[in-house]
Every structure is written in structure tokens, then in C-alpha cells.
Nanobody, 122 residues
Framework: QVRLDESGGGSVQTGGSLRLSCVASEDRFNTYCMAWFRQAPGKSREGVAVITRGGATLYADSVKGRFTISRDNAKNTADLQMNNVKPEDTAMYYC????????????????WGRGTQVTVSS
């Protein structure tokens, strides 16, 4: 079992920046893929970014060029740097992991955090 704790959410104005952090409790095996998802009220959950243990990344089109995912394998952390944020980025952001070797935003993830709220005002 992997526990994921997210932090760093908050309120920010359009064009501003936030950095979200996710700490995994343990288990190198189950954190090969670390990803960030988001869900806005009344909308379906969507994948934002994913990173493999080796550092390969994949982004949703809506955040390419603005968000950057990174990880520190020694600390079991994955961060999401959000720049030039827009009101449509407002959502609850969740960290997720899986030990599966095929990292994508469309696959099932095994472990989820409780989320951190991001609110972008215009």
C-alpha cells in the first residue's frame, strides 16, 4: 500500500504560478509511474502529466508549455510546476501512482492521494 500526500495548492491569479508536491510513503515498486490528475466541479477527471522513474514525461495538450512535472526518486516525490495558470486550471489536483511500466494518462492508477485544491482567479 502506498500513501500519497499532496501539498502546495492554493489561490492564485491568472498568469501566476504554483508548485504542487506529492510525497509517496514508500514502495519503489509501486511508483514507477507518478502522475497528476485534476477534476473540476461538474467535470470528469482528466490526466495532467505523468513521469516515469526514468524521467520520461507526458502532458495533456491543455497544459503543454505551461506545466512541468518532475520527480526525485530518492525522496519518492513528484512535483508539478504550474506557470501561466488560467481560470480553467481551477480544480482539485490529485497525485497517483502505479507500478505498471506503461505510463500514460489513460491507464488505471493503483494509488491516489486526497487531493489539493487549486483556484485561479481572473
Amino acid at each position: 500500500q502506498v500513501r500519497l500526500d499532496e501539498s502546495g495548492g492554493g489561490s492564485v491569479q491568472t498568469g501566476g504560478s504554483l508548485r504542487l508536491s506529492c510525497v509517496a510513503s514508500e514502495d519503489r515498486f509501486n511508483t514507477y509511474c507518478m502522475a497528476w490528475f485534476r477534476q473540476a466541479p461538474g467535470k470528469s477527471r482528466e490526466g495532467v502529466a505523468v513521469i516515469t522513474r526514468g524521467g520520461a514525461t507526458l502532458y495533456a495538450d491543455s497544459v503543454k508549455g505551461r506545466f512541468t512535472i518532475s520527480r526525485d526518486n530518492a525522496k519518492n516525490t513528484a512535483d508539478l510546476q504550474m506557470n501561466n495558470v488560467k481560470p480553467e486550471d481551477t480544480a482539485m489536483y490529485y497525485c497517483a501512482t502505479t507500478g505498471g511500466r506503461s505510463c500514460s494518462l489513460g491507464r488505471a492508477y493503483d494509488f491516489w492521494g486526497r487531493g489539493t485544491q487549486v483556484t485561479v482567479s481572473s
